[in-house]
């Protein structure tokens, strides 16, 4: 039996985009980044203007999906925004690869 000391570790959410096939499944995973965000901004790891950049934008890109006709442009506009904005904080890097992997699944989701 393998055991691992995971002691003084972070976890953060995981994302599975490659498990998303539609735009039920899209919302579910944008709103674990919204959660994961989150979690970064009480952790003091995202603060200031990029938390509130990035928080918005990513609200943007979820009440746009969460429309019956969603625009594919706002959404990928708006999660491209969010990106940008935590892209220098070290500590968002993860959040930062979530973000364009949802940016790239709307491009084929909304084709």
């Known amino acids: ?36 965000l989150q979690q970064a901004v009480e952790a003091q790891a995202v603060t200031g203007e990029p938390a509130v950049e990035a928080r918005y934008n990513l609200d943007k890109a979820v009440l746009e999906a969460e429309k019956p006709a969603p625009d594919k442009k706002k959404i990928g506009d708006y999660l491209t925004t969010a990106r940008t904005a ?4 070290a500590a968002a890097s993860g959040l930062v690869v979530a973000i364009t992997k949802a940016a790239e699944l709307v491009e084929k989701l909304f084709q």
């Open 1 to 36: 039996m393998t055991i691992f000391d995971q002691r003084g570790q972070t976890v953060t959410y995981q994302y599975n985009f490659g498990a998303v096939d539609d735009v039920a499944g899209l919302l579910g995973e944008l709103r674990k980044l919204q959660g994961g």
């Open 86 to 89: 935590i892209e220098g904080v």
